[in-house]
């Protein structure tokens, strides 16, 4: 069955976790064990029945009433899974929220519909990170319509709010879609709600499910394979990595980068067993002709006809998160490189999508900017292959940023 990852972004206390809770209940994915525990949980804190105590896993989340790290939790609806991503709503909790973004292929934004809730400048920057995070897909719940009497009204003022934001920073009107739902009383989830009968669209999980049909990577891209180092075989050493575009077949011609060194495919396992080819997605381990060069983790094997660009000057679209200055590190596919220089070519608004002209890297802002780094490496627009259009900063082991390559 294929898994579709769904990343649940929202202002905290807007029901991403009660959400899940709810999805796990009536989709029959929450034991009968985890349910009682939820229960029990609840009347401890005397309270009602909250659905988010059977996702939050931390009992000092229960306690808050916030979820604290990233978790994950799998539904299944018709012919597909949905890996369900709960990410922090917190600001202060910014980079495990990227962290768990990153893995999404939605976004599942929640938005309370309460008048004193609404939409925050956080709701708007989760927006944000995860269009620079790639995800071109959008499905907005706007939650707790039972506390403002299933209303129309209100259902139709939050989506103005965010109809033109979510178009400025590059969400395509044919990929977004509006749900009004109440995900503590479990209305407009799987089944259509009574309460809501001037909503003419589908229950969530069903716009999800066709949000999930319009994407699927491209296995026609070409050859990108991320190594991860190499292992000892039978026949000689053994180049490992993942396949992240294309397809890789036994015979082919392929480049080193950034080393610049050419090889011919000789033998690939996968799963450990023999096979004739490598698909996007899979862990390969390959034997190739003449000698490996040194230090193969984070290099790019490709294709010898169409290689990506090897420089060590790169554009970046950065989500600003730390300090910006001397001692700035890269991180890119899991190699430490350092940072000669940095230089801001403008702000971007978070909030707004607006460019603005500071040249200052704000917290929790965004900037397009120069990096120079201290050796050259294989790169490409994050919209061609995410894998090398992706560099994670830091500066004295401090989290600085999360930067996208631009074109």
């Known amino acids: 069955m294929q898994v579709k990852s769904i990343a649940l972004l929202g202002h905290k206390d807007h029901g991403k976790s009660t959400l899940i809770g709810s999805l796990l209940m009536q989709t029959g994915a929450a034991t009968k064990v985890r349910i009682k525990e939820a229960e029990q949980y609840s009347r401890r804190l005397h309270k009602n029945f909250e659905p988010a105590f059977i996702l939050d896993s931390f009992a000092e989340e229960r306690l808050q009433e916030m979820t604290i790290d990233t978790t994950r939790a799998e539904i299944r609806h018709k012919d597909l899974a949905f890996a369900l991503i709960d990410v922090p709503g917190h600001e202060e909790l910014i980079k495990n929220m990227i962290s768990g973004a990153s893995y999404g292929e939605i976004a599942l934004l929640l938005v309370s519909a309460k008048r004193d809730e609404g939409i925050r400048d956080q709701t708007k920057r989760h927006l944000f990170i995860a269009r620079m995070l790639g995800i071109d897909r959008l499905v907005v719940a706007v939650n707790k319509m039972d506390i403002v009497g299933y209303g129309e009204g209100r259902f139709e003022e939050v989506k103005k709010g965010l109809v033109g934001f979510v178009e400025k920073i590059g969400f395509g009107a044919g990929n977004v879609a509006f749900v009004p739902i109440s995900a503590y009383k479990g209305e407009n989830l799987v089944r259509r709600s009574a309460r809501m009968k001037w909503y003419r669209g589908k229950p969530l999980l069903d716009v999800l499910y066709e949000a999930a049909a319009k994407g699927g990577r491209k296995q026609d891209g070409a050859l990108r394979i991320i190594t991860q180092g190499t292992i000892p075989g039978r026949n000689g050493e053994l180049v490992v990595g993942r396949v992240a575009s294309g397809r890789v077949k036994v015979g082919d011609r392929v480049s080193i980068l950034p080393m610049g060194a050419d090889a011919k495919v000789d033998e690939i396992t996968v799963k450990g067993r023999r096979s004739g080819a490598g698909e996007v997605g899979e862990n390969v381990a390959m034997r190739l002709s003449g000698p490996v060069p040194d230090g193969m983790r984070g290099t790019v094997i490709s294709d010898s006809r169409h ?22 590190t890269a991180k890119f596919n899991g190699i430490d490189i350092q940072c000669r220089g940095i230089r801001v070519l403008h702000g971007i608004s978070t909030t707004t999508g607006d460019v603005v002209k500071s040249k200052t890297a704000k917290v929790l802002e965004a900037v397009e900017a120069e990096l120079r780094l201290a050796r050259k490496v294989p790169v490409e627009d994050y919209s061609v292959t995410k894998e090398l259009g992706r560099f994670v900063l830091y500066r004295k082991g401090r989290f600085a940023g999360i930067g996208t390559v631009t074109p």
């Open 307 to 328: 290689k990506p660009a090897v420089s060590d000057s790169v554009k970046l679209r950065i989500f600003v998160t730390g300090k910006f200055g001397d001692g700035m």
